[in-house]
Each structure stands twice: as C-alpha cells, then as structure tokens.
C-alpha cells in the first residue's frame, strides 16, 4: 500500500511541488475564488485516499492528472446543477478591457485563454489543459481513455476552435479601439 | 498558446498553501462532506424502503398469526407480500448503488469514471420502474368475500377501473421508462416532470462520453 510508503509530510511536499497543475485545473472547472478552494481541498482529499490505489506501472503525474480531473469534471457538473454557468466569451472583450487590474500583456492574454477554455465542453478542456501542460499523446490518451489518433484529431480541432476565437476577439478589440 | 498558459502567475503562489495540520483538517472536512453528498439520497431511500417493508411485514405477521382463515385474508396477506418483494427488490438496488459508489475509482482514465458516474446517476431508473409494478396491489388489498359477493354495480366498475388503470399505467411504466427510451420526448418530460431532471442530464452526458471517447 503506497499510504505506508508515502508519509504525510512527503505527500504535502509533492502537493507544494504540483500545485500550479491543481490550480490550472480548478480555474478551468470553477469560475469563483471560494469554489475552486473548495474544489483544491477536495483533490487533494481524494488524491490522498487514491494513493493506496497507486500502481507503480503508472506514472506518479498519469495517476495525479486523472484523479484532479475526475474530482474536478465531477464537482464542476455538480455546481452546474445548482447555477447556470454564463458563458463568458460573448462578453470577453468588454470583460477584459474594462479590468485595469493587469501588470502585463500577459496577465490579459493568460484571461482570454483562461476564459476560452473553460467555454469548452468539459471534456474538450481536459485535452486542450493536457496538450498544454506539454503531455504527450500518448499520455493524453492513457489519462483519457481514448486512442492517440482519437486525440490528434480532437486536439487540432480545438486548437483551431480557439484559434478563431482569438481572432475574433481581437477583430473586436480593433473595432472597439477604432469607434 | 503554451507560453500564456506557463507565463508566471502571483496567484498560484497564494493557493493550496497546505502544512500537516491543514491537511489534517482538510481530510476530516471533506471526509464528512463526501458521506454526505453522494450516499445520502441512497440511504434515505433505503430507510425509507425498510421501513415500510416492516411496517408491511408487521401487518402480515398479525393477520397471519392473529385472524382466523379467510378469503379476505388471502387478498390482504397476498398484496402486501408482493409489495414487500417488490419494495425489497427496489431496497437492493439502492445497496448495489452504495456498493457501486464505494468501488468507484477516481484514479482510472477519465472517460471510465465520469462514465460510472454518469451511470450511477441513471440507476435510479431501475428502482423507480421496478417500484412502479406495485401500484396495483394497492387497490386489492381491501378486497374481501363480503365485497366481491356482495358488491354493487357501482363498487364494481370503481373496482376494475382503478385496478385496471393502475395495472395498465404499472406495465407502462415498467416498459418505458428505461436507458433506451429517454431519448424520446414523452419520456424525457415523465422523467423531469417527477423531478429526475439529474437522470436525463446523466443519459446527455453519458451520450456526450461516447461520441468524445469515439470521435463522433
């Protein structure tokens, strides 16, 4: 049983040391500060109670991505039951712009990206998260369930989806800088 | 795409920030909440299945034991027992479902657990229409000598109106509402319309699943 192997003191470093992934992914599943607190306890809950179930056969990151995805796809469906998620892109211009509250370029740029992902059907965002975090197809497809090509395709359909959103939402920034 | 989604962020620093001690608070919180959310509805079906499967077993028990042979009796004691073994049949699937949430592994490919998931939700289903098969023995427990010798015109056609409807929306029920048919209207609004709106979002979902898993 890995719990033995695993002490408590080392399963709270490996949290420390994967926090960013847990982040990223509970941004994309839950839009509120409070909730996706709620949601990061409730993965790291599941992810100790999951590490007896640990095969060595898998890799330590395989095992963590499936689990933090699963509890969150699981809680976001459960949230969406209760509220109606509003989409935001139709408004992402307005959105943006009207906060002042970015240092850089970037911090708007990681919201545009940030707010077109989490318009995606929940498993379409499990990919493209996976494709960004630089996971291989392969991996991507063991942490699925899907074969490789199945992956491929859909990535590249998304990535293209995304692609012309982004265009279309800097069509609209133009226009709005020009009015 | 990939250099926005690795540009450095404040905010990750501030989150998660767990020690031992947190992470001992966090487990008994949501060790708590999880009882709660998932088996809750399960066990309140089940109590409320035993309890009336006793309160059932005490009336035959008593009429049994405690009334002299009858033709009364034999209606009393012959609907009420098919209503404990139907209720009782029900019982067990809401423990095959808490026995299916125990076994439930978050660490499996993600289209295999959300598909469990998603099932699980669905299974009330097979309660339900199960439950539904009892509904005409609700109107023959009564049922005596006195009544089928003796009764009216009126008594008789009530009878065999209310037993007959009642057998006729039982089978119905029992045929229609299933995994297969909820892609049809009349049954998706049945389902809503008593409150199982979670059981054709599941049947979506499970849909969803499918064509994601292959590329429909």
Redesign the interface.
């Known amino acids: 049983m890995m719990n033995n192997q695993i002490d ?2 080392e ?2 470093r490996l ?2 040391e994967n ?2 992934i ?3 992914i ?1 941004n994309s599943y839950c839009q509120d500060k409070e909730g ?2 709620d949601l ?3 993965i ?3 992810l ?1 109670r ?1 590490i007896q ?2 095969h060595a056969e ?1 890799k330590f990151s395989t ?1 963590m991505y ?2 933090t ?3 969150a ?2 809680y976001y ?2 949230s969406k ?1 209760v509220n109606t998620i509003v989409s935001l892109s139709e408004n992402l211009t307005d959105i943006i712009d009207e906060n002042e509250g970015y240092e850089d370029e ?1 911090e708007k ?2 919201m545009l ?1 940030q707010n077109l992902i989490n318009d995606l ?1 929940e ?2 965002r ?1 990919l493209i998260i996976l494709f ?3 996971k291989t197809y392969k991996e991507i497809a ?5 074969t490789e090509t ?1 992956v491929a ?2 990535i590249y359909r998304i ?1 293209e989806q ?1 692609k012309q959103k982004i265009m279309n939402f800097k069509n609209q920034r133009i226009w709005k800088t020009r009015i | ?2 250099k ?4 450095p ?1 404040k ?2 620093e501030n ?2 920030n ?3 001690q947190s ?2 608070l ?2 008994i ?3 708590k909440s ?1 009882v709660k ?1 998932l088996i809750f509805s399960k066990i309140v079906g089940i109590t409320l299945g035993l309890g009336w499967i006793s309160f059932m077993f005490i009336l035959i028990y008593f009429t049994v034991f405690n009334t002299p042979i009858s033709f009364g009796k034999f209606f009393f004691v012959g609907s009420l027992s098919i209503i404990v073994l139907i209720t009782s049949l029900a019982v067990f699937l809401y423990v095959k479902d808490i026995i299916t949430i125990k076994q439930i ?10 598909l469990k ?1 998603a099932s699980l939700q669905l299974s009330i289903i097979k309660s339900v229409r199960v439950s539904w098969l009892q509904l005409p023995f609700y109107s023959t427990w009564y049922l005596n000598y006195e009544l089928i010798m003796k009764g009216n015109i009126i008594f008789w056609i009530v009878q065999i109106f209310v037993t007959g409807i009642t057998t006729w929306l039982a089978i119905w029920l029992f045929r229609n509402i299933n995994y297969k048919n909820l892609n049809k209207k009349r049954v998706r609004n049945l389902m809503q319309g008593v409150g199982f ?2 059981v054709t ?1 599941a049947m979506d ?1 499970i849909k ?2 499918d064509n ?4 429909r």
């Open positions: 408590k003191k399963f709270v949290i420390q926090k960013g847990v982040f990223k509970c996706r607190e990061a306890q409730e790291v809950y599941q100790w999951s179930t640990f898998l095992w499936r689990i995805l699963n509890v796809i699981s469906r459960k039951r970037y740029d990681r990206l059907k498993l379409d499990t960004l975090e630089a063991e942490i699925l369930g899907m199945n395709t859909k990535k995304l | 795409m990939k926005i989604w690795d540009s962020n905010e990750i989150f998660l767990i020690n031992d992470f001992e966090t487990q919180k949501k060790a999880k959310s592994d978050n660490s499996e490919s993600v289209t295999v657990t959300q998931l709106y979670s979002q979902y969803e699943i994601f898993k292959n590329d």
